[in-house]
């Protein structure tokens, strides 16, 4: 399956993964946020919530700002 | 000496909040934050890939070494939802329930949308946010922000990243007028130290920059500059001003004027 990830699309072997699977996939450890189709996903939720094909992840990290 | 103040349910001594994106290096960064004696600094959140994280976040870690209170924006936000769930976000990572909330509106001069504002502000205080809105100076929004809860506001002195100091200190001073509990703070345009003395004199209870330090020829320097600016423009409106006159009155005594005036 194919999902975006930071606006990049990516390609899975496996048909559903859950977040914490493509956070290990992708080499994410610490220090992220994640929003799975622009809505806000709990770090404890990690485990449970399903990815499918087509979904957009957004993984964030803190950086400069004003 | 100026006495402590709260911020939503913080205190602090300092009335400066400090941004920091923009300076020649993470180190001149650091020490300008340093010197400019503010305890409270925006960050924000981006997209960053697994490889750029690796070895942790640099920045990050600079920034909690300093031992201050973060402030995260929803800076690069233009719709209510994209700034609720990057606000969700910033909660999460950063371990604080406040955000500066900021929705871009227009491209140009980067000045928030005020209905997106609103609402992204009512949801986030249902969330159990404390919100501090980055406005423009529209006394009208500010009444509706203070409706829903907020008890600061953030009017923009003038866009994001002018210099252009106080765009228009009538509007800044009715909001201080029609909102005296409320914590007002000057948010964005500030160019200059004077500018952030005249934001102070006008009662306001901080400023918040980035550009003018990190951005001037010596941010160090700078930074330094705005610290006493801001403690100046404070005292100077807790001493209260002279009342402007028309004639001119001397301040040196007039009695015992030596001999020759008496025949001018």
Not at chain 2, 120 to 136: C, H, N, Q, S
């Amino acid at each position: 399956m194919k999902i975006s990830i930071n606006g990049e699309i990516k390609e899975f072997n496996k048909d559903i993964l859950t977040i914490k699977e493509v956070l290990d996939e992708m080499g994410y450890k610490k220090g992220i946020a994640v929003a799975l189709n622009e809505t806000f996903v709990l770090k404890t939720k990690y485990k449970e919530t399903k990815i499918k094909d087509g979904d957009r992840l957004d993984i964030l990290s803190p950086i400069q700002g004003g | 000496m100026i006495e402590n103040w709260k911020l939503e349910d913080k205190e602090f001594n300092s009335r400066l909040m400090i941004g920091s994106a923009l300076y020649p290096s993470p180190e001149i960064m650091a020490k300008s934050i340093k010197a400019s004696g503010s305890q409270i600094v925006t960050v924000a959140l981006r997209r960053q890939s697994a490889t750029n994280l690796e070895g942790g976040n640099q920045f990050w870690e600079i920034i909690k070494e300093l031992g201050v209170t973060v402030l995260p924006n929803t800076a690069g936000c233009h719709t209510a939802k994209e700034a609720i769930t990057t606000a969700m976000m910033a909660r999460e990572l950063f371990d604080v329930n406040w955000i500066k909330l900021e929705v871009i509106g227009n491209q140009y001069n980067l000045q928030p949308d005020p209905f997106a504002l609103v609402e992204a502000t009512k949801v986030l205080i249902d969330e159990g946010f404390r919100v501090l809105p980055y406005m423009t100076d529209d006394l009208v929004l500010a009444q509706k922000l203070a409706d829903l809860g907020c008890t600061t506001l953030m009017p923009w002195g003038s866009p994001i990243g002018s210099g252009r100091g106080l765009m228009n200190p009538y509007n800044l001073k009715v909001i201080r007028k029609q909102f005296p509990n409320l914590n007002l703070i000057v948010d964005a345009g500030i160019g200059k130290p004077s500018d952030a003395i005249e934001a102070m004199e006008l009662g306001y209870d901080g400023v918040l920059l980035n550009s003018a330090v990190a951005l001037a020829q010596e941010p160090i320097k700078m930074a330094e500059a705005f610290k006493y600016a801001i403690y100046a423009g404070r005292l100077s409106y807790e001493a209260g001003a002279m009342q402007k006159r028309d004639m001119a009155s001397p301040s040196t005594p007039t009695v015992g004027t030596p001999f020759w005036h008496q025949f001018s």
